[in-house]
């Protein structure tokens, strides 16, 4: 089994920063890609950054120039580092990895998710 434990989560006041991590363990043989969405209340979760397997990146016209999506292979862990955060910004991040297992399996997981609030 896969697992993904996100992190990093708190209050932040406007304009601040914040890196959030998630973590992949477990009988994974190689991730492709990482992603990170978010969902605020009453809204629906949305695509906020994604990389691919060697580092290209893409994101949301709405988080451009101010989040930075990398990863760590090694450490099989996926970092958002958030600049200029903004109180729309806040909402429950969560990760997604997919991959494959040992074994040839291709596996799609999610995080439970990490919170922060935007607040002065």
């Known amino acids: 089994q896969v697992q993904l434990v996100e992190s990093g989560g708190g209050l932040v006041q406007p304009g601040g920063s914040l890196r959030l991590s998630c973590v992949a363990s477990g009988s994974i043989s190689s991730i492709s890609s990482m992603r990170w969405y978010r969902q605020a209340p009453g809204k629906q979760r949305e695509l906020v950054a994604a990389i691919g397997s060697g580092g290209s990146a893409n994101y949301a016209d709405s988080v451009k120039g101010r989040f930075t999506i990398t990863r760590d292979n090694a450490k099989n862990t996926v970092y958002l580092q958030m600049i200029n955060l903004k109180p729309k910004d806040a909402a429950v991040y969560y990760c997604?990895?997919?991959?494959?297992?040992?074994?040839?399996?291709?596996?799609?997981?999610w995080g439970r998710g990490t919170q922060f609030t935007v607040a002065s």
């Open positions: 997604n990895v997919d991959g494959f297992l040992y074994g040839g399996r291709w596996i799609d997981r």
